[in-house]
């Protein structure tokens, strides 16, 4: 090209020098906002397309779950925009109640304060500021990230619409008989204070003890030896329990046991509830303080001491133990035991043990009087519209664990001992009737008739499980409730991680049908856990927590998306390293010089948006578009199956390996008014910026801007711009396999070059000895490109048996071979004795490769893939010896 255009003309001057993402990510997503291009309407035309953000924590900061999460559904909506449909995305975050009151209480401590010593009224009116203060972190930081949300509809789990529709909900459950309060075994946080639900519970391998204790005989007997990992709860056995077909106590189910250190006999009874292989097979029975047990007591009619209170102390019926913590008593208990004679073994057990997940204290199984919802009848209508394919999971898999969830599914305890949250809308009457009601009643009525209302709140998940519906605008009608209902409901798509299929998906999904008689999403699509560089999980006790918006401020947020989504596929963990987002910027910028390349090229030639006919394109330019059209149908494949991981991997090695590394490099041998190779360039740029969009949007809205600043796009912006329609007219497999030779032989003889210290300037005369009458064919049609690409001046096409060429290099291609008259162009000496070196070292790697397979015990022994890839190291080395032994013998 000429001097002037290896300068910045006006038209690549539109683009900065440099690529610096914090120059124009903020303000292109501040017009973006301004131009209103994330806002849809319901009457807008295009099929509809809706994604419910799954609410994150008001109070809470984005970390990289939430960027992966947020990063998937941008995508999706973006694409699903320039593919002309309906797309909206529905912001908002959750009043998270146990999160954001333990983050207060903690704040009041430090005062020396409780909620308590505020009271109710004052602790929320406390609650609600620090909520304005702290609250929208996390969203700001969406925007920081690039998501596209509409967020006129933002909404809150706690606002006032949101509630109105939980009230509704809980309301309708009720009178249809599907809530109710009762007693039943609950998971228990004596530091917060409240019932926990199954998601608020982790389940950490702890070290722990299994301990063998006899409970002697009433009438003097031996009586039975029980197993138990928690000595404590001994204090409120009421029964010892065997499995009625366990022949090794037969004779003592219907006898009693004298349970020791409180003296009181117990009975032992029968029940199928009892695995016999565990421990000795009778179990001590402690119906307050355990699911199973508490199943056998209902199933005998047990008595149910609670002998562990809510402070995690032994209550008064734990006799000489009352007020010791469980785990002073454990022990207490332990050492009296083993004085008695009566504990025979404790052996070291690790097992999972319930911790809360808010501020990790041991969970306490409790029997406890709270609010349930019956969910079998919920959940085996759900489970039917997922045999039927609604919604469909991706991947597929994973709608057999969410069906087997379904299938087991226990009655829900929804309410909770706080403050922050949707009070539970019941009140009691001074005798202890309850009345749930729509609408709170007056003051006058409440003093006349002495009512109160019930202390608790809500579990958080019952509101978040109404968010498909709530987000547009339902709040106790049907599907016509809002014209945002009809177009909307049910979602396209709801994305989120698979370890809250059960406890959220579901919800959403029994609610949905059980509200509106229609399932809330048509796709549930799981992504996996970002781990780090070396697939280990993300955790402040091994230091490898990442702050996602350090890597967005140190390399941009589009690095930070493409190198999540590059690993993203469905329903797969998602390994993430800081080389890898580095890495991604490095794209970045490789696109923005491509640009860069391409304004300077154009030379302010207007934008045209048809290419030229098929007889003026040369051979990069069909291979090009042909490498194009099928990137771009490998992409939209992707796409069908939520592959995002697989579709942006494909733009990426079209853009780098063939746009930027190879006909751009054709393209600035071509003449300065090439008006063709424009044509190509300017339509491939735009192709591709527009098939990268919704995994970079920055930088190529960006790009696409200064593209398109002259001409009159389909769009005024990338955003909104349509996705690239199939041209299947585009494939030509002719021009690719030539191409393909090209390639080849540029590459080899350039590594030709290397080999023997040649400058580029080095003319080469190269004779192409093909094996066959196509490949002669091909390489013919490469001779230009070739003179151009690989610096070769005389070219030559001849048959193997055709005359002595003397000393000659050799370039082994696929379908050729290209020698290289050595004869004036290098020491022969040195090549002889480079030959011998590289010879040898090949020689060696056979050898090694051969004995590795004739040894049996690896062959047979190490796996499939491994023996595998060692053949094919052999077959490798010896076609490369055989190469190199001919190369040789031609300078002998």
Known sequence: MSDTHAQDTARSGRLAASYEPSAIEPARYDWWEQQGFFAAEPDDPGEPFAVAMPPPNVTGSLHMGHALTSTLEDAFIRHARMQGKNAVWLPGSDHAGIATQNVVE????????????????????????????????????????????????????????????????????????LIYKGERIINWCPRCQTALSDIEVEHPETDGELAHLRYPGSDGGEGVVVATTRVETMLGDTAVAVHPEDERYTDLVGATVTLPLLDREIPVVADAGVDPEFGTGAVKVTPAHDPLDHEIGQRHGLAEPEVIGTDARITEHGGPYVGLDRFAARERIREDLRELGLLLSVEDRPHPVGHCSRCDTVVEPKLSEQWFVATRPLAERAAQTVREGRPRFVPAHNAKGYLEWLDNLHDWCISRQLWWGHRIPAWYTPNGQVEVRRDDPSAEEIAKRGLTQDPDVLDTWFSSQLWPLSTLGWTGGG????????????????????????????????????????????????????????????????????????????????????????????????????????????FARKLWNAARFTLTFLDDAPVEGTLPPADQLTLEDRWLLSRLERTRAEIDAAWERYDLGRASRAAYHFTWDELCDWYLEVVKLRSDDDVVARRVLAHALD?????????????TEEIWQALWADAEPDAPALIVASWPPPRPEAVDAQSEAAFAALQEAVTGLRRFRSDHGLPATTELQVVAVPRDEQQLGILEGAREGLRRLAGVTDWQVQRAEDGDLGPTGQVSLSGADLLVPLEGLVDLDEERARLDRELATARAEHERAQRKLANEGFVSGAPADVVQAERDKLTHWAERVASLEAQRAALR
């Open 479 to 586: 599907r016509d409730e809002t014209p945002e209902l009809v177009t909307w409901y049910p979602n396209a798509v709801m994305e989120t991680g698979y370890d809250i299929n059960t406890f959220w998906v579901s919800r959403m999904h029994m609610i949905g049908l059980y509200l509106v008689d229609e399932v809330p999403f048509e796709v549930v699509f799981n992504h996996g856990m970002v781990r780090d560089g070396e697939g280990k999980k993300m955790s402040k006790s091994f230091g490898n927590v990442i702050d996602p918006m350090d890597f967005i401020e140190k390399h941009g947020a589009d690095a930070l998306r493409f190198a999540l989504l590059r690993s993203a596929n469905p329903g797969q963990d998602a390994p993430l390293a800081e080389e890898w987002v580095d890495g991604a910027r490095r």
């Open 687 to 699: 192709v591709v910026l527009r098939l990268l969009h919704p995994f970079m949007p920055f930088v």
């Open 106 to 177: 903690r704040e009041l401590a430090r005062e020396g304060l409780t909620r308590h010593d505020l009271g109710r009224e004052a602790f929320l009116e406390r609650m609600w500021a620090f909520v304005r203060q702290t609250g929208g972190t996390i969203l700001n930081q969406q925007r920081r990230l690039g998501a596209s949300c509409d967020w006129r509809r933002e909404a809150f789990t706690l606002d006032e619409q949101r509630s109105a529709a939980v009230r509704e909900t809980f309301c309708r459950l009720y009178d249809d008989g």
